[in-house]
């Protein structure tokens, strides 16, 4: 089995397996305690904390160790808005952060405070002058993303801490997906990540403050790691994430670029292999071992469960795999087609071979996927995926009430991909310049619908209120 997930979880690094074991036998002691057992753990949390530190790029009495990602981002957004309070209640957050971010913003609007949106364009990318213009006065703390975990576009950290600083406006990063690449750049206030991102064990996190910071620690007061991380420290976990930060920063730049070059070879070979697909995110400014694409006319929970007979694990932000039945709302923010999509991540060391083997299997796996469904078999259009890319990634527009259609299609209580592909079959049966409705519930048809439009050189027209659903309007162009 060829595991092409590591934007999940990364592989224990073989570092981090060597100093997890080593730390068993002289880190179980309580580090808190001064005789010769509590020294000693005291000796292995301070080297780690140190390690940490100097891989991040902060103090080690700005680091504390959380017991996840998630906890050191959920401890660093409450104690930045709580320190900050006087200041006022307003939290800026990209659209397409992690969603331990997104949950920490609502539980802050349920609290009463206020949360902006910074919106992203195509490739997931912001713009900082999009950033500068939600710094409101009342702007207690923003959140941004080192890089997309879904698509791997980078963000313009340092160039929105600027804007931060110069607002008087901590920002948070969550790095969580590029530290094992190398430091963050720009001068943040905030930083977390997680150890299972890199190697280290899961149940690691760490979270960094600088100093300066106004931050007030929420929930009852504990003594351990500066009164922000509360609980007994997992000493022997905390070493062998630190230890396994160390080792991939290490090796960072010779790795990143190896596993750029395989990257790239999906990148190119994926859209000649496979027709109809769309390769989303940023094709320059993104981590080197991740790529995402969406494969028109499929049902991505079924195509990954044939990439996993295959002998391949990947990933999938489609709504086709969501117990929920929505897209993924990164995918739903950038405006890019969500049926079918695959993320592959690529773990260090990751041989060649493999993904060759990958790009062999994966067209089989989507043309039974499609003829399962009974997809219609047009050829791909010259243009499609380049179109997808220029497009401005506008899909929430509303049809003029004056546009009458030639035909309607009932797709209500059917999911994706179904509704677009009988859209795919009758379009042919009008004329050229009149419309199509399609009458749907699914929430991914108001991404999927204009993505289809652009892969197929037609007019997606837009969407009006349906006794039941939407009703989306397609014309007719070619």
């Not at 991102?197 to 106004?214: E, F, I, N, Q, T």
Request: charged share 25%.
């Amino acid at each position: 089995m060829v595991y092409f997930d590591s934007a999940s979880s990364a592989p224990l690094h073989p570092v981090a397996r060597q100093a997890l074991t080593a730390s068993l036998d002289e880190g179980w002691a309580d580090p808190a305690r001064l005789y010769r057992e509590g020294r000693r753990a005291r000796l292995l949390l301070d080297a780690a904390r140190e390690a940490a530190a100097e891989a991040v790029g902060c103090r080690a009495d700005e680091l504390v160790f959380t017991s996840s990602g998630t906890r050191a981002v959920h401890s660093g957004i409450a104690g930045a808005l709580a320190g900050r309070r006087r200041t006022g209640r307003h939290l800026v957050v990209s659209a397409v952060e992690h969603s331990s971010v997104l949950h920490a913003a609502e539980t802050h609007r349920a609290g009463g405070g206020t949360v902006g949106e910074v919106g992203v364009d195509r490739t997931g990318r912001v713009d900082p002058e999009a950033y500068r213009a939600a710094l409101r006065p009342d702007a207690a703390l923003a959140c941004l993303q080192s890089a997309n975990h879904e698509v791997g576009t980078e963000q313009p950290v340092a160039e929105v801490a600027r804007l931060c600083t110069e607002a008087g406006v901590p920002l948070l990063v969550d790095a969580a997906q590029s530290l094992a690449w190398g430091r963050v750049a720009g001068d943040w206030s905030l930083l977390a990540a997680s150890a299972h991102k890199w190697g280290g064990p899961p149940g690691v996190g760490l979270l960094a403050v600088r100093k300066g910071v106004r931050f007030a620690p929420q929930g009852p007061a504990d003594e351990r790691e500066s009164g922000r991380s509360p609980g007994f420290e997992n000493i022997p976990a905390i070493v062998a994430a630190a230890a396994a930060l160390r080792a991939v920063q290490q090796d960072a730049t010779d790795e990143a670029e190896r596993l750029r070059s395989l990257v790239d070879r999906i990148r190119g070979r994926v859209p000649e292999l496979v027709p109809d697909v769309e390769v989303v995110g940023d094709p320059v400014r993104r981590l080197p071992h991740l790529v995402t694409f969406s494969c028109l006319y499929v049902d991505g929970e079924t195509l990954l469960h044939e990439l996993d007979r295959a002998g391949f694990s990947v990933n999938s932000g489609s709504s086709c795999t969501s117990s929920t039945l929505t897209p993924s709302h990164v995918l739903r923010a950038m405006g890019v087609l969500s049926e079918g999509n695959v993320r592959v991540s690529l773990p260090l060391g990751t041989a060649e071979e493999d993904v060759e083997r990958f790009l062999a299997v994966l067209p089989d796996a989507v043309r039974g996927v499609r003829e399962r469904l009974g997809a219609p078999a047009d050829a791909p259009t010259e243009a499609a995926g380049a179109a997808a890319a220029a497009a401005d990634g506008s899909t929430g527009n509303t049809a003029e009430r004056g546009e009458q259609p030639a035909l309607t299609v009932d797709s209500l209580g059917k999911r994706c991909p179904v509704p677009v592909i009988e859209l795919a079959r009758v379009i042919g049966d009008v004329g050229i310049g009149e419309i199509v409705e399609v009458l749907s519930d699914d929430e991914a048809a108001r991404l999927d619908f204009p993505a289809w439009c652009q892969m197929r050189d037609q007019e997606y027209v837009g969407e009006r209120p349906a006794p039941r659903g939407t009703a989306y309007l397609v014309r007719r162009r070619t």
